[in-house]
């Protein structure tokens, strides 16, 4: 019997909405569920003779289950009832040695992708089952399933073993093998990696530790620097005496005791001023101040070697006056008549 003009209705649970329907002629979308559209066809070569098909693409895990067929004509009706059983063969296990356990090496078996639930076991070389040391079996965000399934293994194992993944509605099976040679082999392998990665991180932590005491010391003497040229820039026009020196610290105007003074010298008619005294082969400079705060004198000097590059030495005036005793005249100097020494 022909049902080129009959209803036919594929649906699940509930008659409508429907998996595909076929009415007056012609497949009809309307009342199609969500999830099957753009999905289905109806194969109507044999229509004729009151035959069809069902193609669902794309099949997935909640595509699983019963389906009724329903047959309707202005006189009649029919349906059956069929059970598509959906399965989907995972991936190759993937073996991967994880670190030691009870006195062994803990070695993990990993494959995803399976529908319906898979079994996953070791074997030895002979086949024989061998106990696990963990198993999980979990679902995946696709509805599909993955696999763990854990063993210890000990250096008085067989010298191969294989895990297992096995689909049983197809019963089929995936298997990976690995050797206990390559286990212990990669376990030494991961353990020189794990030692070398720790010398890496202690060497950078090592590292880290200097560049900070550096940046530290760094920003100590910035620090120090800033207190220094802040004390000097509030103690500006509080230095007391006659004594002053010119930018570069390559001349200065001083004043002496005739006492003490290098004979040398070129002096006033006082016997107490000099002229402007040039300094071959070093540079220095002596600065006596009154704090503003409590009239209580201080004093500091540098000293530096006469070149481009040369860093002029901070330092007291009494150290002062035994370099310059040392440098240039081999008797007692001192800059300072008074308590600012």
């Excluded at 994880?98 to 639930?117: A, F, K, L, N, T």
């Excluded at 409590?294 to 150290?319: C, H, W, Y």
């Excluded at 002062?320 to 007692?332: D, G, I």
Aim: charge should be negative; proline fraction near 4%; include cysteine.
């Amino acid at each position: 019997m022909s049902a080129e003009n009959m209803e036919v209705r594929w649906f699940r649970s509930w008659f409508s909405p429907v998996v595909h329907l076929y009415h007056g002629g012609r497949d009809q979308y309307g009342e199609q569920m969500l999830e099957y559209q753009r999905r289905t066809e109806l194969l109507k070569d044999n229509i004729t003779d009151g035959r069809v098909l069902l193609r669902i693409r794309d099949v997935r895990p909640s595509d699983d289950g019963q389906y009724t067929c329903f047959f309707q004509s202005s006189v009649s009706s029919e349906e059956t009832l069929l059970e598509l059983q959906v399965a989907d063969m995972g991936s190759a296990p993937a073996i991967s040695v994880e670190g030691h356990q009870d006195g062994g090496i803990r070695v993990v078996c990993r494959s995803s992708g399976w529908y319906p639930e898979p079994k996953a076991q070791w074997r030895d070389h002979q086949g024989q089952l061998l106990p696990s040391a963990s198993e999980e079996i979990s679902p995946e965000a696709n509805g599909l399933f993955q696999a763990e399934i854990a063993i210890v293994i000990t250096e008085e194992s067989n010298q191969k073993v294989s895990c297992c993944v096995r689909n049983p509605r197809l019963d089929q099976e995936r298997e990976s093998v690995i050797s206990i040679k390559e286990i212990l082999r990669s376990d030494m392998k991961s353990e020189k990696e794990t030692l070398l990665s720790e010398q890496e991180r202690e060497k950078e932590t090592l590292r880290s530790e200097m560049e900070r005491e550096k940046e530290t010391l760094q920003s100590e003497m910035e620090r120090e620097k800033e207190t220094l040229q802040s004390k000097m820039k509030r103690q500006k026009g509080q230095c007391l005496g006659p004594m002053g020196c010119t930018e570069d610290f390559m001349s200065m105007n001083v004043t002496l005791d005739p006492d003490t003074a290098n004979p040398n010298l070129v002096l006033s008619e006082d016997r107490k001023h000099a002229g402007r005294v040039v300094v071959p082969s070093h540079i220095w400079t002596a600065v006596c101040c009154e704090h503003s705060d409590n009239n209580e004198k201080f004093s500091f000097a540098f000293l530096g070697m006469n070149r481009p590059d040369s860093i002029l030495e901070p330092m007291k005036v009494t150290q002062l006056n035994k370099k310059l005793e040392h440098l240039y005249v081999n008797r007692p100097i001192k800059i300072f008549n008074d308590d600012c020494n």
